[in-house]
């Protein structure tokens, strides 16, 4: 190596978010972009927030965790993040809305404290409220996997109608950080 050398990994395009120098989440072995990277790229334009939810750009679905912005540090560590994501308190709120199936509750990550914490966390949310699909929904074929897409897509216009409210989602997520709580 030389003296002037540049040691950095070289710039490659990656496919639908232009050039980086780290892997994209395709290279991590996950499908497509990483969920922050999509929060950003569609972001909200300040005379968007007049409109409220229904102005919202992208929709989280996830199946068997909670979020990655909403993930609590502990929470973030105990499914082996490596502290790469925004975190809960870095959240880009207004440009999100959050679905979390009901089976997240009841996977185990971490241990009882994590799980509690988490779920206290989720329930005092108000910037960005989460909303809980329940077992008694069903098998839904459009939610067979967890999602991060735009707004007014079929999966989106499903959730809707199947998740609980958010005064109903946030007492679910307090009365299992409750039942965590008591073990």
Do not use: K
Not at 3 to 30: F, Q
Not at 86 to 110: M, N, S
């Amino acid at each position: 190596m030389t003296a002037g050398e540049d040691i950095r990994p070289p710039l490659r395009l990656v496919p639908g978010l232009g050039w980086s120098n780290r892997p994209s989440t395709v290279d991590r072995s996950r499908h497509g972009p990483d969920l922050i990277d999509l929060i950003r790229l569609v972001g909200r334009r300040p005379a968007d927030a007049a409109e409220g939810p229904a102005g919202c750009a992208i929709v989280v679905f996830e199946a068997l965790c909670v979020p990655e912005p909403l993930r609590t540090p502990a929470y973030a560590l105990a499914l082996g993040d490596d502290g790469g994501g925004i975190g809960v308190d870095r959240l880009p709120h207004t440009a999100a809305r959050f679905f979390v199936h009901e089976a997240a509750l009841h996977v185990r990550v971490g241990d009882e404290a994590v799980m509690a914490d988490q779920f206290d966390v989720l329930a005092n949310r108000t910037d960005a409220p989460v909303r809980l699909v329940p077992f008694s929904a069903g098998h839904v074929g459009v939610l067979r996997s967890s999602f991060a897409l735009p707004e007014g897509r079929r999966q989106a216009d499903v959730l809707d109608r199947i998740a609980l409210d958010v005064p109903s989602s946030r007492a679910e997520f307090r009365r299992q950080a409750a039942r965590y709580r008591s073990r």
